[in-house]
């Protein structure tokens, strides 16, 4: 067991500012780590152990709360030293206090991030890379400091940062959202040996909460479909994408736009799902034959949508954000147009085939497989697989409900 607690020692010069060290215990034997900061000594609490700030808004008390701010860090740093050497086997308060003023691997928080955004992108791995350039921007609006070290994320300062999420009316899952991703940067740099193990996100939120699912009715489907768009193409084909989404079980604006003519084979569409290249068929209807009359591709076209143009990979990913952008807000338009309570997105038409589906008496597992939950994975161990007949089946189910095929 160790401990390190923050100390105070007064000067023997009364009135004169007196120094702060932090005095490491290990196996009954102690070392005191020097600080370079120094307080007086009505500045210090002898019962809290601590820093006390009458004034936080006086140019002192702002100078004290930076000392704090600093020797949290410089706490922090003894912990990762202290669980780095641990994991090593036995060792002595000497070698702490060795390895601290020598210290361990570290990086620059924006550095690593633009490095791990950088594989990523020559991965191909579009989306990670834009969630983590997205993840850091945020974390960089909360605290800008591009000097920031690898070693400075502190659980006190991470909470803190939970705190100003929430605050700026994120949700609990967009909160969890922001703080997971940062660990698995965090954690991606601890496997590259660029910061040390000790784990500063433990106290945050990083789960997730259960949320109303947002699913359109038979009815709303209805009113969708009958409502008269004639004079307003973008809007038709908004919400005719939106249609075809429904129809093949709630299938990703991604994995729409990627769509190829060469994926449409004797009465079945095979496609991998870009998300997880899970392997999914969908059994080919009416419903969908006459979307894709509606609005055929260019004949050089290698995509079944017209959605994108076939151009440079970048590109493609830019046509596919830009499309998937105005889908959603003409998608928002016609949901207001038509009065409903919750927003309209594609992802809608993926909660709208589980729902119907559900609602025709479909077995959750079939309805799970069909969705291509992965996280279903208890459904998927106990109930096995089941045919591409029977999922085929239970699209056609819900189509027939909506009397489409």
Same mark, same amino acid.
């Given at each position: 067991?160790?401990s390190?607690?923050?100390r105070f020692?007064?000067?023997?010069?009364?009135?004169?500012?007196g120094?702060?060290?932090?005095?490491v215990v290990?196996?009954?034997?102690?070392c005191n780590?020097?600080?370079?900061y120094s307080?007086?000594?009505?500045?210090?609490?002898?019962?809290?152990?601590?820093?006390?700030?009458d004034?936080?808004?006086?140019?002192?008390?702002?100078?004290?709360?930076?000392?704090?701010?600093?020797?949290e860090?410089?706490?922090?740093?003894?912990l990762q030293? %202290?669980?780095?050497?641990?994991?090593?086997?036995?060792?002595?308060?000497e070698?702490?206090?060795?390895?601290?003023?020598?210290p361990?691997?570290?990086?620059?928080?924006?550095?690593?991030?633009e490095?791990?955004?950088?594989?990523?992108?020559r991965?191909r791995?579009?989306?990670?890379?834009e969630?983590?350039?997205?993840?850091?921007?945020?974390f960089?609006?909360?605290?800008?400091?591009?000097?920031l070290?690898?070693?400075?994320?502190?659980?006190?300062?991470?909470?803190?940062?939970?705190?100003?999420?929430?605050?700026?009316g994120l949700?609990a899952?967009?909160?969890?959202?922001y703080l997971?991703?940062?660990r698995?940067l965090?954690?991606?740099?601890?496997?590259?040996?660029?910061?040390v193990?000790?784990?500063?996100?433990?106290d945050?939120?990083?789960g997730?909460?259960?949320?109303?699912?947002?699913?359109?009715?038979?009815e709303?489907?209805?009113?969708?479909?009958e409502?008269?768009?004639?004079?307003?193409?973008?809007?038709?084909?908004?919400?005719?994408?939106?249609?075809?989404?429904?129809?093949?079980r709630g299938m990703?604006m991604?994995?729409?736009?990627?769509?190829?003519?060469t994926?449409?084979?004797?009465g %079945?569409?095979?496609?991998?799902?870009?998300?997880?290249?899970?392997?999914?068929?969908v059994?080919w209807?009416?419903?969908?034959?006459?979307?894709v009359?509606?609005?055929?591709s260019a004949?050089?076209s290698?995509?079944?949508?017209?959605?994108?143009?076939?151009?440079?990979?970048?590109?493609?990913?830019?046509?596919?954000?830009?499309?998937?952008?105005?889908?959603n807000?003409?998608?928002?338009?016609?949901?207001?147009?038509?009065?409903?309570?919750s927003?309209?997105?594609?992802?809608?038409?993926?909660?709208?085939?589980a729902?119907?589906?559900k609602?025709?008496?479909?077995?959750?597992s079939?309805?799970?497989?069909?969705?291509?939950h992965?996280?279903?994975?208890?459904?998927r161990?106990?109930?096995?697989?089941?045919?591409q007949e029977?999922?085929d089946?239970?699209?056609?189910?819900?189509?027939?409900h909506?009397?489409?095929?």
């Amino acid at each position: 067991m160790t401990s390190i607690n923050l100390r105070f020692r007064a000067s023997s010069v009364a009135g004169a500012l007196g120094s702060l060290f932090f005095r490491v215990v290990h196996e009954r034997r102690s070392c005191n780590i020097a600080m370079p900061y120094s307080i007086y000594a009505h500045e210090w609490s002898v019962l809290r152990n601590c820093i006390l700030v009458d004034s936080p808004c006086s140019e002192r008390g702002c100078f004290l709360l930076q000392i704090m701010s600093r020797l949290e860090v410089e706490h922090w740093r003894l912990l990762q030293v %202290v669980e780095h050497l641990s994991l090593q086997g036995r060792f002595t308060v000497e070698q702490v206090r060795d390895a601290y003023f020598h210290p361990m691997a570290d990086v620059k928080l924006k550095d690593f991030v633009e490095g791990v955004v950088s594989e990523r992108r020559r991965a191909r791995k579009w989306r990670m890379a834009e969630v983590y350039a997205c993840v850091y921007r945020r974390f960089f609006r909360f605290l800008p400091d591009a000097e920031l070290m690898m070693s400075a994320l502190t659980p006190n300062l991470l909470k803190r940062y939970e705190q100003w999420l929430r605050a700026d009316g994120l949700s609990a899952n967009s909160v969890s959202f922001y703080l997971r991703n940062l660990r698995a940067l965090f954690h991606s740099a601890v496997m590259k040996g660029e910061v040390v193990c000790a784990d500063p996100f433990k106290d945050c939120f990083t789960g997730q909460v259960a949320t109303r699912k947002r699913a359109l009715t038979f009815e709303q489907i209805q009113q969708l479909r009958e409502l008269d768009l004639s004079a307003f193409p973008k809007l038709t084909f908004a919400r005719d994408l939106f249609l075809f989404s429904l129809f093949t079980r709630g299938m990703s604006m991604v994995d729409m736009a990627y769509l190829r003519k060469t994926d449409l084979h004797a009465g %079945v569409l095979t496609y991998k799902r870009r998300k997880t290249g899970q392997l999914f068929q969908v059994a080919w209807e009416p419903c969908m034959q006459n979307f894709v009359d509606r609005y055929p591709s260019a004949a050089d076209s290698p995509y079944l949508l017209p959605i994108l143009t076939l151009s440079t990979l970048i590109d493609e990913r830019r046509q596919y954000i830009s499309a998937g952008n105005h889908i959603n807000e003409r998608l928002r338009e016609l949901g207001c147009m038509l009065g409903f309570q919750s927003r309209l997105t594609l992802y809608v038409a993926r909660h709208s085939w589980a729902t119907l589906a559900k609602f025709c008496h479909v077995p959750l597992s079939i309805i799970s497989q069909g969705l291509g939950h992965a996280s279903e994975r208890t459904t998927r161990i106990y109930l096995a697989s089941f045919c591409q007949e029977t999922i085929d089946e239970a699209n056609l189910e819900v189509l027939r409900h909506l009397a489409l095929a």
